[in-house]
């Protein structure tokens, strides 16, 4: 389960699956025991969490459509 997390200083990037419009950005950071993920347009809503097992668990949705 994914926790939330205040905005810190982090190295974000943009995802490459975000759409080409500037509606939907999600921006990603990979820290040292866990991934952040955050609303580009929102910031300062703070970011998701999630340990290794879990973000590797959500990409392998994603890339299954399994998630929509």
Not at 7 to 13: A, G, N, P, V
Not at 47 to 55: E, I, K, M, T, V
Request: hydrophobic letters at 30%.
């Amino acid at each position: 389960m994914p926790t939330t997390s205040s905005s810190e200083t982090r190295s974000w990037f943009k995802s490459s699956h975000s759409g080409g419009n500037a509606t939907e950005c999600v921006e990603a950071a990979h820290l040292s025991n866990s991934t952040a993920i955050r609303d580009s347009k929102a910031t300062e809503a703070g970011s998701l969490l999630f340990q290794p097992g879990s973000w590797a668990s959500f990409v392998s949705a994603l890339q299954d459509g399994r998630l929509r």
